[in-house]
C-alpha cells in the first residue's frame, strides 16, 4: 500500500457572502464580475505571496501557502483591495468575500489537498465576519510579531463537523498599513543607496571583505554568485514590457513601434461540438493574459474571432488586422486525454517562430487550462522579443524609434558581451531615454548594463554603484506599471542600493502586474536569497522552471536554484542544480563556484571537488582569492556569508 503523503501548510478558503443572491438578481453580471476580481486581483496576489490555488469553485477558493505570514498578509491585502473595488458600486452588486485561515497537517493527493485541517479553514471560513477574516490559534502564534495586524480572541468555537472546539481569533487592520495604492499603482519610496551592512558577530574577514566592495576594481564575475549572473546574462532576453500610455502621459505609439497579435479562434478536432466551449475560454484567458503586459498591442476576441471556421493566409490576417504576429493552434479530445497544440507565427513572413504541444486529462480540465495558458502566454513573450530584436536591427539607422533603440541595446547586452558591445548599449539607451525620457525599461536595462561592467572590470566599483543606482531608482519611480523595470530596476536596488527588501517589493509589484514573468520569479529568487529568506527563493525558482521548461536559459534558474539549497544546508540538492547548470552551460562561472562549494562541505567526494577546483579556475584568466569572492557575494545573512567562506577555506583558495 502505498504510503500517504502529507505536509504542514497554510489553507486559505475565500467564500462570497449572499452568492445565491447575487446570483438570482444578475447570472452573468455576477460570473463576469467574480472571474475578473479572480484575474484582476486574488490571482497576482497569491502569485505575489507565492501560493498555489489548489481548486476554485462557483463562488469561492481553496489555497495554499508554505507559509503562515505569506498567507495571512494575501487574505489581508485581498480584503482591503476588495474593499476599495466595492467602494464605487451599489451595496446589491458588490461583492464581498469571508475567509478562514488555518495552519495544519495536510492529506496530499495529486494537485488536490484533504484532511481536518482543510475542513477547519472552511469552517471558520462560515464563521467569518462579511469583508473580514477569521484564523485559528495555530495561525495566530506563527504570524506573531510579523505582520501589521491585531487579534481579538473569539474563544473556542464549535464549528460544524469537528469534534473539538477551535480556539479563533478575527484579524482586524488599519487601511494605513495596507494601501491599496501600493499594491495596485505604486512601488516604494526609494531611500538613498548604503552598502551592504554586516551585523552581529562575523569574522574579521567576512567584515573586511565587505568594506573592499566599493574600493575594489577587479573582474567581478570572478565572485558573484547566481543573483548577479542571473541579472546580466538574461537581460537580453526579459520579457519587454515598457511603456504604457498611463506611465507616459502621450499618445500610445503606433502598433509599427510595439509589437501586436492576435489570437485565432483555436479549431476544435475532436469531433464534439460540446467541446467548442474549451477552445473558445482557453482563447479568451490567453487574450486576458497577454492584454496585461503593458507593451503588446493585443487584438480583442471579437476581430480575432471574424476569422473562425475559415481558412485563411495569416499573411491577409496580418494586413487586415495590423498585426506582426499571430497565435493560432487547435485542440483534440480523446477519451479522457486532452492535447493542445500552438503555434507563434509571423504575419509578414508566414514562418513559425515557435509551435508546442501540450496533454493532460480532462478530469482536472480547468487547472490544465490555467495551467497551459501561463505556459503559452509565458514562452510568447520571450519569442516574440527575439522577432523584435531581429526586425530592429534590420531597420535603418536613421529611421530608429526610442524602442528600436532599446531593442538594439539588448541585442548588444546578450547573450555574451564584450567592453565594446556593452558601451556600445549604454550609448543606445542614452539615446533611447532622450527620445522617451519617461521609457522606464530603458533605465533598468541601463541599471543591468552598468552591472555587467561592474562584473568584468570594466569600471570602478564607485562609478558603477553610483550610476547603477541611479537608473535602476527611476527605472522603479516612473515605472510602476511596467513589470520590467519593477524587476530590473528592482535588483538594481537590491544589489547597487543594498536595500533587498525594497528592491523585492518592486520585483513582487512586476509579478503582480505580469504572473506569467519568468524572468520576475527568477530576479525574486535571486534577491530573496540575498535576504536569508531561502526556502522562497526556492519557491520563485521553481514556478520560473514551471512556466517555461523549455526555456533557452534554464541554466539560470538551475543555478540560481543551487545558492538557497547551498545555503540550506543541502548540498547534494546544490551540487544536483549547479550540475544541471552546467550541463546547459559548461563554463558557466555562478554555476562552477556553487558547485566547487557545496562539493566542499558535502565532504565524501575530495577528488571531484578538486577537479571542480581546477574547472573553477581554467574557468578564469586571473588568480582569485577568498576575500575576493565574499566581497562581491550579495549575501546579507552573516551566517550564509561565513558558510560560504567556510566552504571556500575547505577547497584551498587563498584567504587574499
Sequence with gaps: MAREQRRLAAILDADVVGYSRLMGRDESGTVSRLRDHRVRHLEPLVARHAGRIVKLTGDGALIEFASAVDALAAAIEFQQTMLEANRRRPDDMAIVFRIGLHLGDVIVDGDDLYGDDVNIAARLQEQA???????????????????????????????????????????MWDERDWPVASLVAGVPVMDPPVGIAVAGNASASTDASMHAFRRRRIPIWVAVGSAVGILLAGAGYLAFASRSPSATGRVAPSQSDRPSIAVLAFRNLSGDPEREYFADGMVEDIIATLSRIPNFVVIARSSSYSYKGRSVDVRQVGSELGVRYVVDGSIRIAASTLRISCVLIDTTSGKHIWSERYEGTVENVFDLQDRITSSIVATIQPEVQRAEIARAQAKPTDNLSAYDLYLRALAAISPEPTESSINEALTLLERATAADPRFAAAYGLMASAHLNRLMRGWVSSDEAFARGYEAAKTAVEIGNDDPVALALGGFGIAYFGGRPEQGLACIERALTLNPNYIWGWRLGGAVSWMTGKHEKSIRYYERAMQLSPRDHQLFESYAGIAYPYFFLGQYKQAIHWSERALQE????????????????????????????????????????????????????????????????????????
Design 129 to 171: 465576519p462579511a469583508g473580514g477574516i477569521l484564523v485559528s490559534r495555530t495561525v495566530r502564534e506563527a504570524v506573531a510579531g510579523r505582520v501589521k495586524a491585531s487579534f481579538e480572541d473569539r474563544g473556542g468555537l464549535a464549528l460544524k463537523n469537528i469534534e473539538r472546539p477551535i480556539p479563533a481569533f478575527g484579524v
Design 585 to 656: 552551460k559548461p563554463r558557466y562561472v555562478p554555476a562552477l563556484l556553487l558547485r566547487l562549494a557545496a562539493l566542499a562541505m558535502e565532504g565524501s567526494h575530495p577528488g571531484e571537488m578538486q577537479e571542480a577546483l581546477q574547472q573553477y579556475k581554467s574557468a578564469l584568466h586571473f588568480s582569485v582569492s577568498i576575500m575576493g569572492v565574499l566581497s562581491l557575494l550579495p549575501a546579507h545573512s552573516p551566517s550564509d556569508r561565513e558558510l560560504f567562506a567556510a566552504a571556500l577555506r575547505k577547497t584551498g583558495l587563498p584567504e587574499q
